[in-house]
């Protein structure tokens, strides 16, 4: 890190004065290296960078190497369309501080060029990335804006693992990949799902502000944002298990989620700017000085995204939530961010600035551990705690009032929720007494947004537009009705609060994550499953009915008739592949529910350990720079 500070330091020395050392008298006609002028020009800089001569000079030295060879990489391609690509490797694939480049034509496939690297570098399963976009293996590299001295890092995902359930060992390795791919499935399940099933086995998703306020979002931006957190969220999962590259793979594909919801909500989330920094502390982990570009322009894009969100000096987060303590540690991760690349680029005053001000936001945030000791003392959780003088200024009896009250808020959405579940299934009851099934009237209630004769009038009109087309068709009911629900218009931007969550909807006496943790054994699941053709609630309301055991009679049922043989034996298929794909949902739904947290805040409680790290790292450069 300091040769770079150096190196940028001179570069920046050299632009001012015009100075170029691939030219004579610093280099050669044979690009040969001009001994005596770069120790002149050495002994000129070092007391201006405040190095020594002999720092300098090796600075300069490698700067004009790397210019003579960007200059030979630039004929090359100018001659033979060859270009020379800049590869960041993992930390323990460099064999010394030196640069990794490779020659490649651009009309090449990625996965030919990941394969040389990998055969280079002794690297097995790994992704390329640039400007924080992963490069795709089946495209070439020029779609891809690839070109000549182009920045590329290489980025190592998990070695496979043995899956269980498949018997050829290809098919048993799971990949980083796979993960993302299991990641995305998971979401999308959950997106499409409207909350017209009971919540208590059809766990879905719902958008809300910080008081469990649902937003109403159209049905493609809604599908969109439901993603774009989902990976975040796993993103930030990995992160706090310092799985950085793992992390990064999924952080970026919550990044292109992001980009494809509209612009006026970015403008008005903090979710989007939460997401650039995690992204470009990832990069500093990482070590991907390659990525420093990429970097700036996304910290940018936090500061940017906080300003509007949160409003100059915060008003708008105050009005909201009452304090703004909390976000405070996002401001200090973006200060120490600023800080490190301001460092990077030689520019030292603004990079210490920049540490000034994150050392100031640090000693307001870090928790007195007495304080803490008082308030675990009052049955308050360590992350209630540590939110809680925050949010207060360190203030204790304060700082309970606020977990007190945060606590009452949360119950009293829970009673809520139960309320309006009671609501829901008495609803239900009473239009399935009408005559109706459950499905639909469950649809038409969510429609119809509680109201039971609005939803009988939808059911009602929608049986008799369907009944002048189709005396014996039932199913475009529920369809129709679907789409409508899909398609509900979304809020002002300007109502749309500083941040939004993934709130879980389950009923808390039910765990909804997979109906074995009703007590239900998988044999008697799997049998109730394909009794009702995969429907979820309907397998649990069977087996609940049942005291967990499927009777003999429903499991055998009547011999068929001759002619239906064939029939039943593709019914028996078409069941067994419904509960399969129910079974596969409910898992990849369990997979992916499990890394999105219950607290709220769950992003702001962060132990500033790595923090307190990285301002001794950034104080220690800066002093050495200055001595």
Request: charged fraction near 30%; aromatic fraction near 6%; glycine fraction near 4%.
């Amino acid at each position: 890190m300091a040769e770079q500070h150096i190196q940028a330091k001179l570069i920046n020395h050299l632009k001012q004065d015009k100075i170029q050392l691939w030219n004579p008298p610093y280099t050669s006609e044979d690009n040969k290296p001009g001994l005596q002028p770069l120790k002149e020009l050495a002994e000129r800089y070092a007391p201006v960078v405040c190095f020594s001569v002999e720092q300098v000079e090796e600075a300069l030295e490698y700067v004009r190497g790397q210019a003579v060879k960007r200059g030979k990489g630039n004929r090359t391609y100018r001659e033979t369309c060859v270009a020379t690509l800049e590869l960041q490797l993992p930390r323990d694939a460099r064999k010394d501080s030196k640069k990794n480049y490779l020659e490649t034509r651009l009309d090449v496939l990625t996965q030919s060029v990941m394969d040389r690297i990998a055969e280079i570098h002794g690297l097995q399963y790994i992704k390329l990335i640039l400007n924080g976009k992963e490069l795709l293996p089946e495209k070439h590299l020029n779609e891809q804006n690839v070109k000549n001295n182009s920045k590329v890092m290489v980025l190592r995902v998990s070695e496979p693992q043995k899956k269980k359930q498949m018997a050829d060992e290809e098919d048993k390795k799971k990949t980083q990949n796979e993960s993302v791919q299991r990641t995305q499935k998971g979401f999308q399940i959950l997106s499409e799902r409207d909350g017209s099933e009971d919540p208590a086995t059809t766990p879905f998703l719902e958008i809300a502000d910080q008081k469990g306020n649902p937003l109403n979002i159209p049905h493609s931006e809604k599908k969109a944002l439901i993603l774009a957190m989902g990976f975040h969220e796993k993103g930030r999962a990995l992160l706090k298990r310092k799985q950085y590259e793992a992390a990064l793979c999924h952080l970026l594909q919550a990044d292109d989620q992001f980009n494809q919801c509209g612009s006026a909500l970015l403008g008005t989330v903090d979710n989007y700017a939460v997401l650039q920094l995690d992204i470009v502390w990832c990069y500093r982990a990482l070590e991907a000085l390659s990525c420093l570009d990429d970097g700036r322009q996304r910290l940018q894009r936090a500061e940017d995204c906080f300003l509007k969100c949160y409003g100059e000096r915060q008003q708008r987060l105050l009005q909201i939530k009452g304090n703004t303590g909390s976000e405070d540690v996002l401001f200090l991760r973006m200060y120490l961010l600023q800080s490190l690349l301001f460092f990077l680029d030689g520019q030292e005053r603004d990079a210490a600035l920049k540490l000034q001000k994150a050392e100031d936001l640090y000693s307001r945030l870090v928790t007195d551990p007495d304080l803490m000791t008082q308030l675990l003392a009052f049955g308050f959780s360590e992350r209630e705690a540590r939110l809680g003088l925050r949010a207060c200024q360190g203030n204790v009896n304060q700082a309970a009032m606020h977990i007190s009250n945060r606590r009452q808020e949360r119950d009293e959405m829970k009673r809520e929720e139960r309320e309006k579940r009671r609501r829901r299934v008495e609803a239900i009851s009473t239009l399935r007494e009408l005559g109706y099934c459950k499905r639909d009237a469950a649809v038409a209630l969510q429609q119809a947004e509680g109201n039971v004769d609005q939803a009988y009038q939808i059911l009602l009109d929608s049986a008799q537009a369907d009944q002048s087309t189709n005396n014996n068709a039932e199913e475009p009911v529920s369809q129709d009705l679907v789409e409508q629900v899909r398609t509900r218009p979304s809020e002002p931007a300007s109502a749309l609060p500083s941040s939004v969550c993934a709130c879980v909807d389950f009923d808390p006496s039910c765990d909804p994550f997979q109906l074995q943790y009703l007590g239900f054994s998988r044999e008697m699941l799997e049998a109730a499953l394909r009794l009702v053709g995969g429907d979820i609630p309907e397998a649990t309301r069977l087996l609940l009915d049942n005291g967990g055991v499927i009777p003999p009679e429903l499991l055998s049922p009547s011999p068929p008739s001759s002619h239906s043989d064939e029939a039943s034996t593709s019914t028996d298929s078409a069941g067994s592949t419904s509960v399969s794909q129910s079974l596969m949902d409910v898992d990849l739904v369990n997979e992916v529910l499990e890394d999105i947290p219950r607290h709220e805040e769950d992003y702001l409680d962060l132990t500033l350990e790595e923090e307190m790290d990285l301002i001794g790292q950034m104080k220690s450069l800066l002093n050495r720079m200055g001595s």
